[in-house]
């Protein structure tokens, strides 16, 4: 009788806890990692402010001859000698040869295989040396972003980091891609509903 007892128990603790699991998954995220890449971006914020700049200070330097010409013309009228010339205007691209900005960008699609709807995703693009489990670079970033149940969606993230502190991209350009392997790591998803998932800690 004692061992009916016994085995009986065992049997309602393991559906307990098999349907806990179900209910609270803590092995998956539910995400699926459709695709990944990055890239590296060089701006030159000077360029970006306005397009219209060049042509509107070109249009201010030669109003600023002509005025120029003006006051030369009063002056000797009047009997005096002409203004010393004023310094020549540095156009845009004379200002901004040396301002240029590097920065990477970090990018994954993912796919919403779950049934609630994502708001937010701690994730990280992790980099192994070629045949070993050895990290050569991590990045990290917290993304706010509406994913609704079976949809998929591009996330983008950027950083003045390069992918490794051990190699330089932007001197290996396009060849940095086959010194290392890449993966993604989910660490927490938060949920609209307010729930939390959390990668298992190793």
Avoid: C
């Amino acid at each position: 009788m004692k061992v009916l007892y016994a085995v009986t128990m065992l049997f309602l603790l393991a559906a307990a806890a098999w349907a806990q699991a179900l209910l609270n998954p803590s092995d998956t995220s539910n995400v699926i990692i459709v695709q990944r890449k990055w890239r590296l971006e060089v701006r030159n914020p000077a360029l970006d402010e306005d397009p219209l700049r060049a042509n509107n200070e070109q249009r201010q330097a030669e109003y600023d001859r002509k005025e120029y010409m003006r006051k030369n013309e009063l002056r000797i009228r009047q009997g005096k000698s002409p203004e010393i010339a004023p310094p020549p205007r540095k156009n845009t691209s004379e200002r901004a040869v040396s301002n240029y900005v590097t920065r990477y960008i970090y990018e994954l699609k993912i796919k919403n295989n779950g049934e609630k709807t994502i708001r937010a995703i701690l994730w990280e693009y992790v980099f192994f040396e070629p045949g070993t489990e050895a990290i050569v670079g991590q990045r990290q970033f917290i993304s706010k972003v509406s994913i609704s149940p079976g949809k998929t969606k591009n996330i983008v993230a950027h950083s003045a980091s390069p992918p490794t502190e051990t190699i330089d991209a932007t001197k290996a350009g396009d060849k940095s891609r086959e010194l290392y392997s890449e993966q993604i790591v989910i660490q927490s998803i938060e949920y609209e509903d307010g729930s939390l998932w959390k990668a298992n800690s190793k």
